[in-house]
């Protein structure tokens, strides 16, 4: 069963600051997504990884995947409070017959930025 | 461009009654995923339809189905509810039977009491 596993579930910080969210999983992967969740909203996608070392930034957040290690990190430089929000990461791994098998998401890690 | 929508928003049921929830997918794609979220939980893949058939399903009873239509609309239906239903559904839409880059709908919230 792929398991996927984000900490922290929980982080709270001041504006101006940079942090880093981390998200293990427990099988090899073809992909790896982060999301972004506003409170009583829908998910909006901020990266799509599709290969080792593979690294994307937009704005103050950036993510990078490390497939050997089953490892990706979402890194905020110099946070502001419109980026308080839930990130999630989620993982799929196509069947062996083909297809697709649904993402696998973490918990998620609740995001508060202070000013 | 059309996104994802999804109807209705909010609904609330009593225990052991049915329910259908509606997805409209993004134009221009023809595969739709259903995803459960309990609060403060991430999704939970429930099943993917492309070419009107399940083709994929994640770890949920029978008491959830699903059809896709010609138009490439879902419709989610739970049978006899139960408190443990209630959550956030989330249907995401896609191309060609993959779940590359799914776009995500607004949600319909279920309250079951």
């Known amino acids: 069963e792929l398991k996927v596993e984000q900490n922290p579930l929980f982080l709270s910080m001041q504006e101006g600051k940079n942090y880093t969210i981390y998200c293990n999983y427990s099988t090899t992967s073809d992909r790896l997504y982060w999301y972004r969740q506003d409170p009583g909203k829908s998910l909006e996608s901020l990266f799509v990884l599709l290969s080792n070392g593979a690294v994307k930034q937009e704005g103050r957040l950036m993510a990078s995947l490390d497939t050997k290690a089953r490892l990706s990190t979402l890194h905020i430089t110099a946070a502001v409070h419109d980026l308080s929000a839930t990130y999630f990461c989620?993982?799929?791994?196509?069947?062996?017959?083909?297809?697709?098998?649904?993402?696998?998401f973490g918990k998620g890690t609740h995001l508060i930025i202070q000013p | 461009d059309a996104g994802v929508t999804q109807s209705p928003t909010h609904l609330i049921k009593t225990r052991g009654q049915q329910v259908t929830l509606r997805c409209s997918p993004k134009s221009g794609h023809d595969t739709v995923s259903w995803y459960q979220q309990a609060l403060g939980q991430g999704p939970q893949f429930i099943f993917q339809y492309y070419e009107e058939e399940e083709r994929q399903r994640g770890n949920f009873p029978d008491r959830f189905s699903g059809h896709q239509f010609p138009n490439y609309s879902s419709e989610l239906n739970v049978n006899a509810l139960l408190l443990g239903d209630s959550a956030l559904y989330l249907c995401?839409?896609?191309?060609?039977?993959?779940?590359?880059?799914?776009?995500f709908g607004p949600g319909t919230r279920l309250t079951v009491t």
């Open positions: 995401a839409s896609t191309l060609g039977g993959s779940i590359y880059e799914q776009y």
């Open positions: 989620a993982v799929d791994r196509p069947p062996l017959g083909g297809g697709a098998d649904g993402l696998t």
